[in-house]
T-cell receptor, first 112, second 118 residues
């Protein structure tokens, strides 16, 4: 079985400050990892994904994440956030053909 | 990226009636579609997985007779909430996957359907 833990339910941060949203996973086999963003009453938009290769993954909107196998983590980072980054962020994992398993989500609140 | 269209985006229905939600892959053939349910301020919970031409596989605790899923073609899956009750009010999201190519299992999401049962 696979699981995802997002340690922070809410992360308040000032505009232009850096941010890190934490994600840890558990799986007995190799996994593929994803970060999605969700704006109110909307579906999910893919920010970035790790399938294989380089452990540092760059995504859209200036986000990046680093896969750390030894720590079973896939933390999401952005060096400078904007008001428009305020949203819900979900980390997700799959081992292959199965559906994604999502974390509980982290609410990023960017304040002016 | 690929586009998945979900319709309607919101619907209000009376208790006891049935509601159908459509999920279409617009520019690719979706061999597998997933249906999720999301309660306010919570994560997405997988309800069922459907493969084109076969019966859906439901997650534990999901009533298959209440949430009817049909995946009759490679571009369309439908979720019908039968005899809806207020506790079925939720945000329903579908996702579609073209298939597994060299480990790429990316699934594309619809924009979701807000169901309110009154």
């Amino acid at each position: 079985a696979q699981s995802v833990t997002q340690l922070d339910s809410q992360v308040p941060v000032f505009e232009e400050a850096p941010v890190e949203l934490r994600c840890n996973y558990s799986s007995s086999v190799s996994v593929y990892l994803f970060w999605y963003v969700q704006y109110p009453n909307q579906g999910l938009q893919l920010l970035l994904k790790y399938l294989s290769g380089s452990t540092l993954v760059k995504g859209i909107n200036g986000f990046e994440a680093e896969f750390n196998k030894s720590q079973t983590s896939f933390h999401l980072r952005k060096p400078s956030v904007h008001i428009s980054d305020t949203a819900e962020y979900f980390c997700a994992v799959t081992t292959g053909r199965r559906a994604l398993t999502f974390g509980s989500g982290t609410r990023l609140q960017v304040q002016p | 990226g690929a586009v998945v269209s979900q319709h309607p985006s919101w619907v209000i229905c009376k208790s006891g009636t049935s509601v159908k939600i459509e999920c279409r892959s617009l520019d690719f053939q979706a061999t597998t579609m997933f249906w999720y349910r999301q309660f306010p301020k919570q994560s997405l919970m997988l309800m069922a997985t459907s493969n084109e031409g076969s019966k859906a596989t439901y997650e534990q605790g999901v009533e298959k007779d209440k949430f009817l899923i049909n995946h009759a073609s490679l571009t369309l899956s439908t979720l019908t909430v039968t005899s809806a009750h207020p506790e079925d009010s939720s945000f329903y999201i579908c996702s579609a996957r073209a298939g597994q190519v060299e480990g790429n299992t990316e699934a594309f999401f619809g924009q979701g359907t807000r169901l309110t049962v009154v």
